[in-house]
Every structure is written in C-alpha cells, then in structure tokens.
C-alpha cells in the first residue's frame, strides 16, 4: 500500500508498562509471549519503514504525576493507574521499550494522562505544524489509546492508517473488534504493506 505525503507516524504506548512482561498493565498481550513477540517485530517494521522515508515520527506516551494528582478516578482503569502509581513520569514503566524507542534527532514524543492522545496535550497543533494531513498510527492497546485515537483524528478531518499487526489488545478478541469497529473510519494496513515512496 502506498501512503501519501504529507503523512505523520504516530505510535502510542510503546512503554514498558504496557509492553515488557514484567509490565503492570496487561490490556495488551495478557501472557501471550507469542503475540507480543510479533508484535514488536511488525512495530519495529513500521518504526524503520517511517524513518528510511524519513516520515515524522510522533511517539505518545502516557505519563502521570507523582500521586497520580493529574488523573481522575471515575472509572475503573484511572483508578488502578493512580493508585498503583501505575506510569509514573520518570517510572521504569513509563520509559519507552529500548527497541521501539525514539531514535531520531527528529523524534518527538508527546505525553497524555488520558486514553486519547489528543485530549489536553498538543498533539493536534504538531500535526498542523507538520501540515499533516493523514496519520499513521499503531500501538497498545487497540481497544482503547489506538481507537480513541484514531476516531478523533478522523474526526480533525485526518486520513487515518491503522498498521494492524503493530497493534495488541488482550483477550485477542478485543483487538478484531475494535478494529472491525473502526474499519469503515479508517484504512488497515500491516507493517511490511506501508510504503511511504
């Protein structure tokens, strides 16, 4: 598949907590070593395909106070987050997995407190910056930052591409019904698909 410029990669929550094992959330690979063994081969795919066409790269991280004074607790997984001290900016588990970590001079990272990327940070005007008018996203977990994400890009009038096996989400059942729910918003891809030339 061939994507056309001026064209943005976004990939969300490349983080130990959410991808090493030893992680505390678990909403993406569960104990499937399987899947997230996969899953960071297609990311990785994705990550390199974005910077031999030097595509920019915009890398999401969640991130909260000491105490988690930055995050509210009315729902079930905010409360888990803040009271753990899940994420915590400085934290091991906030840290980006060492091989999807950003690389670039040109790299940028982006932090959020919520599910949205682009809830109260400034990942919107990036992209205006970039005169981004299509993004490229990927991530953990599909369910929840990746679609959230991708539907209100869509909805800032974005092209929007999903690099589908660069994205995880435990019970598996969840990852094909998210993106069975996004599939009439968004374009799927898989990693060794993205041509960016």
């Not at 974005?50 to 729902?75: E, H, K, Y």
């Not at 079930?76 to 091989?99: C, H, P, Q, T």
Request: aromatic share 8%.
């Amino acid at each position: 598949m061939t994507l056309t410029a001026p064209t943005v990669m976004l990939p969300l929550h490349l983080q130990n907590e959410v991808i090493h094992p030893d992680g505390q959330i678990r909403a993406g690979f569960g104990d499937d070593h399987t899947g997230r063994a996969a899953f960071l081969d297609a990311a990785l795919t994705a990550l390199k395909a974005a910077s031999t066409s030097g595509i920019p790269r915009v890398f999401v991280r969640m991130a909260f106070q000491v105490g988690g004074t930055d995050l509210p607790d009315n729902c079930e997984l905010y409360r888990f987050v803040k009271y753990n001290e899940i994420m915590r900016d400085g934290s091991w588990g906030a840290e980006f997995v060492d091989s999807l970590a950003p690389d670039r001079p040109s790299d940028l990272i982006v932090s959020h407190n919520r599910v949205n990327a682009f809830y109260a940070t400034q990942l919107e005007q990036v992209l205006s910056d970039y005169g981004c008018e299509h993004v490229v996203l990927f991530g953990v977990a599909t369910h929840s930052v990746v679609e959230h994400t991708a539907r209100h890009a869509v909805d800032l009038g974005l092209r929007v591409s999903v690099v589908t096996d660069a994205c995880s989400a435990f019970p598996r059942e969840r990852h094909e019904a998210s993106l069975s729910a996004i599939g009439n918003l968004v374009t799927l891809v898989r990693s060794e698909e993205l041509n960016f030339d």
